[in-house]
């Protein structure tokens, strides 16, 4: 068979091409690029104090951050009179700085919460009334169960449960909300089974697909784990999947091994359920980029990430994994979901692997993935930033359509100076091309929604829009994902069933009919960002509640 010149390979693939062009660009002209390609960035804070490891956007417009307690001096102080003792750490006894802070987005002011336990690579989710559940951690925290009551003024901080803990000790564990508002909890490092909160009968239940998918390297740490809309789990660990049925504790269904190496931690892939929407009888899910097998036993910080995609219909009789390759290689990139249903994908780097000091070569492009492009066509590079988010780095979606940026700590302690990648206190904002000044006349303002809705009940949602609408004005629900370690979990993107917006009363405002999601496999009781999107370009979300 005769080669193939490049003139015949760009004309089977030009997207290939194209990409391949447009990344050529940027490493040539980098400050042309920055200029030209869509995104743009904004400092929000200077100084968090700390380095977010786990992030949350509550119903109040106001955002958790939280990193560990045994990693020494931090740079906010808690209040006088509230420092945290404990004899048994090993870098401070008395320790009176802060380890989690709330960020109010209205002011941008940070200010201190106190964390008594260890919070190190564990696990969270929001309760139907709008509480955070977080659990696990190391050493003292391994067994907790902590909560976090939002408010809107500064009366609220952290709870250490003390009359329940969990069955197993869970570090590097995943939570999911369920149909009926409880949480699982999955995996973590030496806990091959699930448990729930409520605790029942507080016992934890053999997950023998956890111990199967665990390597030399383990790789099957913080699953992805997503519910899916028939009320069963899809859980990914490693290169396997399977659905779950968490009420039989029995495996439905065993997918296709993903090809292209180990994508859970300390591999570094991250993963997104696709929006749902329609009859809601459809679900997909995506995983993207991972280390090379061997990087973490080797601490390799060199060796080339893996740049590829996997694509599943988790409810068809017979799926398959669709393959697709990201403009570049990722570890520890974080998949955002998108109120308009696109994916973002952000932070990480382009070798090594998760772990301390395991990582370089920050990977400083976004890309935007568009599922419902061909594909060849769905990967958009974005606009690159300059501060670099590797380890214990997080990315969560804001109520105003942003992307919150925190956190980036690979070192085992806080090191500020005089090291490549220092410990990052800066909290940024990213603004997707739906934000730019040329669409603002696009995107549409909630002036009425109700603040409550119940599982399939009809409700009416009045938008104003600076130009006249055409075609239909969505109406989609967003969770807020509790994040780390390059998951989102409890992350999902729901569209509602809508009418045509209709004229209401002049003055660019128009009545849309909406129907609520029909039940908890498809929106799990609790607080949603509510978002307009007209034309791809959402408004600023109203919370609501589901129930």
């Not at 109010?104 to 008594?116: F, G, V, Y």
Request: include cysteine; hydrophobic fraction near 40%; charge should be negative.
């Amino acid at each position: 068979m005769e080669a193939s010149s490049p003139h015949s390979l760009t004309m089977q693939n030009p997207s290939a091409y194209l990409s391949c062009f447009l990344i050529l660009l940027i490493i040539l002209f980098p400050t042309h690029a920055r200029a030209d390609l869509p995104g743009t960035w904004e400092l929000l804070v200077p100084d968090a104090g700390i380095a977010s490891m786990h992030t949350a956007v509550t119903r109040f417009n106001t955002v958790v951050l939280l990193d560990r307690t045994n990693i020494g001096p931090s740079r906010k102080l808690l209040p006088k009179g509230h420092c945290r003792s404990d004899k048994n750490d090993a870098v401070l006894k008395l320790d009176c700085y802060a380890h989690s802070v709330h960020l109010d987005l209205a002011t941008n002011q940070i200010r201190p919460l106190k964390i008594l336990t260890d919070t190190w690579c564990s696990s969270g989710q929001f309760l139907p009334d709008g509480t955070l559940l977080q659990t696990g951690g190391d050493l003292d925290g391994l067994k907790k169960i902590r909560k976090f009551s939002p408010c809107d003024d500064a009366s609220c901080d952290w709870e250490e449960l003390n009359d329940v803990v969990l069955a197993e000790g869970r570090w590097y564990a995943t939570n999911q909300i369920l149909p009926d508002g409880s949480v699982i909890i999955i995996g973590g490092r030496g806990s091959n089974t699930v448990e729930f909160f409520p605790p029942k009968q507080n016992v934890a239940v053999p997950f023998p697909f956890l111990s199967e998918t665990e390597d030399t390297q383990m790789d099957n740490l913080y699953p992805y784990v997503h519910l899916l809309p028939n009320g069963h789990l899809f859980v990914f660990a490693n290169t396997r999947s399977v659905m779950y049925d968490f009420n039989r504790h029995v495996i439905v269904k065993e997918y296709p091994k993903l090809q292209g190496g180990p994508r859970n931690y300390p591999s570094a892939g991250s993963s997104a359920m696709l929006a749902l929407e329609g009859d809601y009888s459809k679900a997909e899910i995506v995983v993207c980029g991972g280390a090379q097998y061997g990087a973490f036993l080797m601490r390799s910080t060199d060796t080339p990430a893996h740049g590829s995609c996997g694509r599943i219909l988790a409810m068809e009789e017979k799926p398959r994994w669709v393959m697709e390759d990201m403009p570049f290689g990722r570890i520890m990139g974080d998949m955002v979901m998108l109120p308009n249903g696109d994916v973002l994908i952000i932070n990480g780097a382009m070798s090594g692997t998760q772990g301390f000091e395991m990582a370089s070569d920050p990977c400083l492009n976004p890309v935007l993935y568009r599922p419902d492009q061909p594909v060849g066509l769905r990967f958009m590079v974005l606009n690159p930033g300059t501060v670099p988010r590797m380890y214990h780095a997080t990315a969560n979606l804001l109520p105003d359509a942003r992307v919150l940026l925190a956190g980036s700590n690979p070192h085992v302690l806080y090191r500020f100076n005089d090291v490549e990648f220092p410990t990052e206190l800066r909290v940024e904002a990213f603004s997707p091309e739906y934000l730019s000044a040329d669409r603002a006349n696009l995107r549409p303002v909630i002036e009425e929604v109700p603040e409550t809705v119940r599982f399939g009940g009809k409700f009416d949602v009045v938008v104003s829009v600076a130009l006249p609408v055409v075609g239909i004005v969505e109406v989609n629900l967003a969770s807020a994902p509790f994040a780390t370690h390059s998951f989102s979990q409890g992350q999902r993107l729901v569209k509602l069933a809508v009418s045509s917006a209709v004229p209401d009363g002049g003055d660019g405002r128009y009545r849309i009919g909406v129907t609520a999601p029909p039940s908890g496999a498809v929106a799990p009781p609790g607080y949603y960002m509510a978002f307009a999107v007209n034309q791809g370009v959402p408004s600023v979300a109203k919370w609501i509640h589901v129930s």
